[in-house]
């Protein structure tokens, strides 16, 4: 009788040791290397400041979250191959804040397959909310939003003449035609249009075209490096038009690589303010930083903050054991969430998460202002 209850006692401790130690695995696939390597470990230091706080006190419903982050270099082929390798060799719960249109497009299938959700895409195609899939959660505006709304900007202040440089992928291919829609809408169009190769970029023929072209002002769709190896190029042949581009830009990694020509360019946003504590998101975010040595937040970090607090959110809506299909569930289900001053909602027939855009402009301190 002794022996069976010695027995029963190590069963019961070995189960609270297991429990005790158990985890909820989310993996990431993206460029932590490569020409978008800064934007990411901003938006990954800005999830896992809100990851490490919950972790702290416990963990979502006792259970602690550990994200494993592989590197894809921003190569789409290996996005899908390491998404397959999180999926099947680690048993993600969840993916979570891919980084790429191509990129995420390649892991699609996989999703479908596996019945796998990813939370937070750092990606706004169109083609990521529009037709609805059922395993893919955004937590930002379109891209298309964000093209429109920079050229209705651009012609609000007076500006007519406005060239387009775009990445020739699906990615450039987006938010073109954003950009198209915001030209229509107020009765213009663009002066040029140029593209260029997504890995092999070169623009010693475009440079010299938009300074003969004498526009005001430039969309450059791209991302980090690309378009600042672009922006020099451009000023090197003359061209003091206004530079805007997009959200995947918004970092302070990518404001060092523009170097002097930092400035004045501009950047849309997705997300409130990131200098602005009277937004509860913002002030949340800064004082977790702060308490890690850090000045603040930038707005990459705060895509990644959100990110993770819809991550929380829906594996604490699927109870203790958060399956992969408890977790789809739980997500389709929120509705007006509030994650810090803003409401993320999904449905079936909506898996946008969030609309808010904004518009900033790079300051002379080398800081992003609105």
Not at 107 to 121: D, G, R
Not at 261 to 278: D, H, K, M
Not at 307 to 313: P, S, Y
Request: glycine residues 10%.
């Amino acid at each position: 009788m002794n022996r069976a209850l010695h027995w029963l006692a190590a069963v019961v401790g070995l189960c609270i040791s297991a429990s005790a130690g158990a985890q909820i695995v989310v993996g990431q696939t993206a460029g932590f290397s490569g020409p978008v390597a800064a934007g990411v470990k901003e938006i990954s230091d800005g999830a896992k400041l809100y990851l490490d706080s919950v972790n702290a006190q416990g963990g979502v419903n006792g259970q602690k979250i550990e994200v494993v982050a592989m590197d894809d270099k921003f190569d789409p082929k290996l996005a899908a191959e390491n998404a397959k390798a999180l999926i099947t060799e680690k048993n993600v719960s969840a993916l979570f804040l891919t980084r790429g249109t191509p990129h995420t497009q390649a892991i699609m299938p996989l999703l479908e397959q596996y019945k796998v959700p990813l939370v937070a895409p750092s990606t706004g195609a169109m083609v990521l909310h529009k037709p609805v899939n059922p395993w893919v959660f955004n937590v930002r505006a379109t891209y298309q939003r964000e093209a429109e709304r920079a050229v209705q900007h651009l012609s609000l202040i007076g500006i007519e003449r406005i060239g387009v440089i775009h990445v020739e992928d699906s990615f450039g291919a987006d938010l073109l035609e954003g950009a198209k829609k915001g030209f229509a809408a107020v009765a213009k169009n663009p002066v040029f249009i140029e593209k260029y190769d997504r890995a092999k970029w070169d623009f010693s023929k475009i440079a010299p075209l938009v300074a003969g072209a004498d526009v005001q002002a430039v969309l450059f769709i791209g991302s980090g490096n690309a378009v600042a190896d672009g922006i020099e190029a451009i000023r090197k042949a003359g061209s003091r038009a206004q530079m805007v581009t997009f959200s995947n830009n918004a970092s302070g990694g990518f404001i060092k690589s523009l170097k002097e020509n930092a400035r004045g360019v501009i950047v849309t946003q997705v997300f409130p303010y990131e200098r602005s504590l009277s937004a509860p998101i913002v002030k949340e975010a800064h004082d977790l930083a702060v308490a890690k040595g850090l000045e603040g937040v930038s707005p990459a970090m705060l895509e990644g903050f959100a990110a993770a607090k819809v991550l929380v959110a829906a594996l604490r809506r699927a109870g203790p054991s958060p399956s992969r299909l408890k977790i789809q569930q739980a997500l389709e289900t929120m509705n007006k969430v509030d994650i810090g001053g803003l409401e993320v909602s999904f449905s079936a027939n909506d898996h946008t998460g969030l609309e808010f855009v904004d518009l900033s402009i790079i300051g002379p301190n080398g800081k992003f202002r609105r």
